[in-house]
């Protein structure tokens, strides 16, 4: 039993990292429609990895080992954090290594990670990108932490694979309203957190509005398409572990069969179609805000994840 | 209370403190051949340490009874007494280990022309030292005070070290000052504590039935008197002047270990002395501790000088750490012990920590001082070029204090959220909505740390040097790499190991909160609570970590290339680039202040559009020196004009106020 949790534990983590990239061309697709533009082909992204992969990589003049090893590491956080995350199975004998909070921390860590090696070339976009994810960090942090507060009252844990099966184990389909807020509350965060509208533009190269894109302005080549490839992850992370906490059903549990498993996957891949859709619906709806609207933006995520908070320990739902 | 056996761990302890006093001492024999007291003294002090932080592994081993004895010093009435129990040798632990790698550090550090004499220094650095172990093992008010007094003491003459700078002398005077209204604080809770007894072993005030008024009275002095050693704010006014005054090492003697003895006050006199009190004492500590956190950490986002930042990062986590204790207290009063174990051992876990990684970024400090003569954050940039070794285990540093997995700062914090976690089941109406709020800011606190962090790390060490003398810059000497090296150590070993430090601290909340923080299934998981509602393992994610960036490396390299070339810096296309367009500190710290923009007290000078040479100068400062301090000190000073109305100047006065003061004394008596 443990070497087939352990085989699931690898297969999950490369279904992620497989996954990812097709998560990112979905939404890049949506868009497009969207906004009336003739879409790219649903696997562009692994041209992309390819052709970035395929180049010789232009290292600044100045860079230095913090700036070559700082894809690595970005890429290896995402990696670790998607063995984590039960978004097939919660029979994963590794998910225990972190729970919420701790993932959190990992995320965090490929934050930093990226921010320092956008300050090492040292020109002015870098460091201004640096600063300004930062701040974008600190500021969603605590509102990512109400939310799983929310979680942690409701199911009683801050692990997810324990939230999944607390989740699972009620026998009606059960909304609780405090979940309510802090799902609003934690889109607000995986919007800001992903760089996405209307915090920040995926698509643009504008350079006074730009911030993920600032940070890696310098990279090239097999180093760019690590970082562009953590940052689908990353979004596919945040969708798996929304997954996890709010929208649960068809995650497999402990001891399930190979079909049940056929069926989690599924589940999964039906699940990411909508919300890749709601996502890009959402992003060409809103337009992107001012800097220093965010912290608003983020403010506002705190504040409903504390209303759900509120709302279960007053009204116990 | 027995004479002391000769090979007791306590009667060592007392050895070494002794051996730290005669290596001080052998200082003042050539107090100027850098050989002698830099090379030799240093290392062997820096031995003594490690044999303390034995000792102190020794009482926190589970067979370990608490051992104490009565020496022969002292007042004929008051001898001193002494105690060695599990929390003492948690801090003498703490002390010993991170003072170790200070002293090898400041053995390659310290060298001429740089005010006090090296020998003298190495006198009142172990005094220091020495001063820091006695307060911990003192098992008397009287002791105590004496011990406090020393190190308040000798910290002074080390901050003042190059005294003949004028601020260095102000930046003294203001340490030297707050110390004593912190000690004045300590002295009268101390005169409650008795509890009408007179006696002034720990024994008895441990004894001692207080009614609940006099026991907050009590607490409430402990609480001022050792915040402000601690830096609890609004009595922190002091760390950001005396720390970047003093010499590096110093700095980080004080700040990663006197800070510490702080701490150890307050657990000492609140959960060991003083009975378990309401709950507004924990509340208080907490909303304190959690204020404290919060101020530093905003303030040290938009320093420009780096010790400074520093400075004002050690009362952030100060503030945690008081957190913690505030919520260990909360907790005590509901008799919630499991979770007033857990929220004790994240605080003693992060005491442990800051004095690690705090050292160790101080120590830093210093290496990049010497090697450039800079303390200015605008005047570096780009040393990872010319100091790749001091710039390694500055990163260690950096990540560890930006609580980021896998290094020893997110153990503390994540023990530190999952005790708020459990707030909720407070049995009060209006705690259990408002203490859970707390945890959001301890997360806030803890990003803003991260975004300090990458200011500190990005200015100093990456990018392009700001100054072109910059590029002479070399790297630390191979002393100052081992302290280094020994620091960074410990940060990631508590990163890795867990929850061997939570059983070690377990021996510690045992006696003080009646609970232990639960054993995991196995000694590489940390599941503070139970296994199934959080855990997290150091071991397996460093190993998750590694394991996933070395496949990674290797797959890349394997199945595409490993070719680069370099070229000039891309920037959008932008040629002509210079070391100044980077952000500079101030520029980094941007986003804060026109985030928290009405917490500070700016000044601003903007540049006209038709300056020839545009100036800009922003002046930030901190709203408590002018509507606190400054008033206070006018008050002082009127008060002090009044009485100046006595002193007349003349002898035969003053002799007559003596006459009429005995007088009326008799007559009181009589």
Same mark, same amino acid.
């Given at each position: 039993m443990t070497a087939v949790a352990y085989a699931w534990q690898v297969g999950e983590c490369l279904l992620a990292i497989a996954l990812a990239p097709l998560f990112a061309g979905w939404v890049g697709q949506c868009r497009a429609w969207l906004q009336n533009r003739s879409a790219p082909p649903l696997w562009q992204p692994y041209r992309v990895l390819r052709k970035l992969f395929h180049k010789d990589a232009a290292l600044a003049t100045h860079a230095s080992w913090l700036f070559r090893a700082a894809p690595y590491v970005v890429f290896s956080t995402m990696v670790v954090a998607a063995a984590i995350i039960p978004s097939v199975t919660t029979d994963l004998p590794l998910a225990r290594v972190a729970d919420a909070i701790a993932l959190v921390g990992v995320f965090a860590t490929g934050r930093v990670f990226i921010s320092l090696a956008a300050m090492d070339v040292g020109t002015a976009f870098g460091s201004m990108g640096a600063r300004r994810e930062m701040m974008i960090g600190f500021l969603a942090e605590p509102a990512l932490l109400m939310v799983l507060f929310c979680a942690f009252m409701t199911y009683g844990s801050t692990a997810l694979p324990s939230v999944v099966e607390g989740a699972l184990s009620q026998h009606a389909v059960v909304l609780h309203p405090s979940l309510f807020f802090a799902g609003v509350a934690f889109v607000m965060v995986l919007l800001a957190e992903n760089a996405r509208l209307p915090v920040d533009n995926p698509s643009t190269?504008?350079?006074?509005?730009?911030?993920?894109?600032?940070?890696?302005?310098?990279?090239?080549?097999?180093?760019?398409?690590?970082?562009?490839?953590?940052?689908?992850?990353?979004?596919?992370?945040y969708a798996c572990i929304g997954f996890a906490l709010f929208l649960p059903w068809g995650i497999a549990v402990h001891g399930a069969g190979i079909g049940l498993l056929a069926l989690a996957i599924g589940a999964l891949l039906v699940k990411l179609v909508i919300a890749g859709a709601a996502l890009a619906l959402f992003e060409t709806l809103s337009a992107k805000l001012r800097l220093f609207r965010a912290p608003e933006f983020l403010t506002m995520a705190f504040l409903f994840a504390v209303l759900g908070l509120l709302v279960y320990l007053l009204l116990g739902v | 209370m027995s004479a002391l056996a000769i090979n007791t761990p306590l009667a060592l302890l007392l050895d070494l403190v002794a051996a730290w006093l005669l290596v001080g001492a052998l200082g003042l024999i050539q107090p100027n051949r850098i050989g002698w007291v830099a090379r030799t003294l240093f290392p062997l002090g820096a031995l003594v340490a490690l044999g303390v932080a034995g000792m102190g592994t020794l009482a926190l081993a589970t067979d370990f009874t608490v051992q104490s004895a009565v020496l022969p010093l002292g007042l004929p009435d008051l001898p001193f007494h002494v105690r060695l129990d599990a929390l003492s040798g948690f801090f003498l632990l703490l002390l010993g280990s991170a003072g170790a790698g200070i002293s090898i550090f400041a053995a390659g550090y310290f060298r001429h022309g740089e005010g006090t004499a090296p020998g003298l220094l190495c006198l009142q650095y172990h005094v220091f030292l020495a001063s820091m172990a006695m307060v911990i093992l003192a098992d008397d008010a009287y002791l105590f005070m004496v011990a406090w007094e020393t190190m308040a003491l000798s910290s002074y003459f080390l901050v003042t070290a190059q005294h003949r700078l004028p601020e260095i002398r102000r930046a003294g005077f203001l340490y030297l000052l707050m110390a004593h209204v912190g000690a004045l604080g300590i002295l009268l809770c101390f005169g409650v504590l008795h509890g009408g007894s007179w006696q002034m072993t720990f024994a008895a005030m441990r004894g001692a039935t207080l009614a609940p008024a006099w026991a907050s009275v009590a607490f409430v002095l402990a609480l001022f008197g050792f915040g402000a050693k601690a830096g609890l704010v609004p009595l922190h006014v002091w760390l950001p002047e005396a720390h970047p005054a003093a010499p590096s090492p110093v700095s980080a003697m004080m700040s990663g270990l006197m800070l510490k003895v702080g701490v150890y006050g307050l657990l000492r006199v609140s959960l060991d002395l003083l009975h378990v009190g309401p709950w507004w004492w924990g509340l208080l500590t907490l909303g304190l501790g959690?204020?404290?956190?919060?101020?530093?950490?905003?303030?040290? !986002?938009?320093?420009?000088?780096?010790?400074?930042?520093?400075?004002y990062s050690s009362i952030e986590n100060i503030g945690l750490i008081f957190a913690g204790v505030g919520l260990a207290l909360l907790c005590r009063s509901f008799?919630?012990?499991?979770? !007033?174990?857990?929220?004790?051992?994240?605080?003693?876990?992060?005491?442990?920590?800051?004095?690690?990684f705090k050292s160790l970024l101080f120590l830093v400090t210093g290496s990049v001082m010497h090697a450039t003569g800079e303390r200015s954050l605008g005047k570096l940039g780009g040393l990872i070029r010319y100091m790749p070794w001091v710039a390694a285990l500055a990163l260690i540093g950096s990540l560890a204090i930006a609580g980021l997995p896998p290094l020893n700062g997110f153990v503390s914090e994540w023990l530190l959220l999952q005790a708020f976690l459990q707030t909720p089941h407070i049995p009060h109406a209006f705690l259990n909505m408002i203490v859970p709020l707390g945890a959001a800011i301890v997360s806030l606190t803890a990003a803003l740390a991260g975004y300090v962090m990458v200011k500190f790390y990005g200015v100093i060490f990456l990018g392009q040097p700001r100054e072109p003398s910059l590029e002479r810059a070399h790297d630390?000497?191979?002393?100052?790499?081992? &302290?280094?090296?020994?620091? !960074?150590? =410990?940060?990631?070993?508590? &990163?890795?190991?867990?929850?061997?430090?939570?059983? /070690?601290?377990?021996?510690? @909340?045992?006696?003080?909160?009646?609970? @232990? /923080?639960?054993? =995991?299934?196995?000694?590489?998981?940390? @599941?503070?609570?139970?296994?199934?509602?959080?855990?997290?393992?150091?071991?397996?994610?460093?190993? &998750?970590?590694?394991?996933?960036?070395?496949?990674?490396? /290797?797959?890349?390299?394997?199945?595409?290339? &490993?070719?680069a070339r370099r070229t000039p810096a891309w920037d959008c296309g932008y040629p002509w680039q210079t070391p100044r367009m980077q952000d500079s500190s101030e520029g980094f710290g941007q986003p804060i202040r026109h985030l928290f923009g009405p917490v500070f007290r700016m000044e601003r000078e903007l540049p006209l559009p038709a300056d020839v040479q545009p100036q800009y100068r922003v002046k930030v400062e901190e709203r408590f020196w002018h509507a606190l301090y400054l008033p206070l000190a006018r008050l002082v000073q009127r008060i002090a004009e009044r009485v100046t109305i006595l002193q007349g100047g003349r002898l035969a006065i003053y002799l007559l106020y003596s006459f009429m003061t005995l007088l009326l004394l008799l007559v009181w008596v009589l």
């Open positions: 190269h504008l350079e006074l509005t730009m911030i993920h894109e600032a940070m890696i302005l310098e990279y090239s080549a097999r180093h760019l398409a690590l970082l562009e490839w953590a940052s689908w992850l990353k979004l596919f992370n | 959690l204020g404290t956190a919060l101020y530093g950490a905003i303030f040290a !986002a938009v320093q420009t000088d780096m010790k400074r930042l520093l400075a008799d919630m012990r499991l979770l !007033a174990a857990l929220a004790l051992a994240a605080a003693l876990i992060h005491a442990f920590n800051h004095a690690f630390a000497g191979w002393l100052e790499r081992i &302290g280094l090296g020994w620091l !960074a150590l =410990g940060c990631i070993l508590i &990163g890795v190991f867990p929850q061997v430090a939570l059983d /070690v601290v377990g021996r510690i @909340t045992q006696p003080l909160v009646g609970a @232990t /923080v639960q054993r =995991g299934p196995s000694p590489w998981w940390m @599941t503070p609570i139970a296994s199934n509602q959080a855990s997290y393992s150091g071991l397996w994610l460093w190993l &998750g970590l590694l394991l996933a960036i070395g496949a990674t490396f /290797v797959l890349v390299r394997r199945f595409y290339h &490993g070719r």
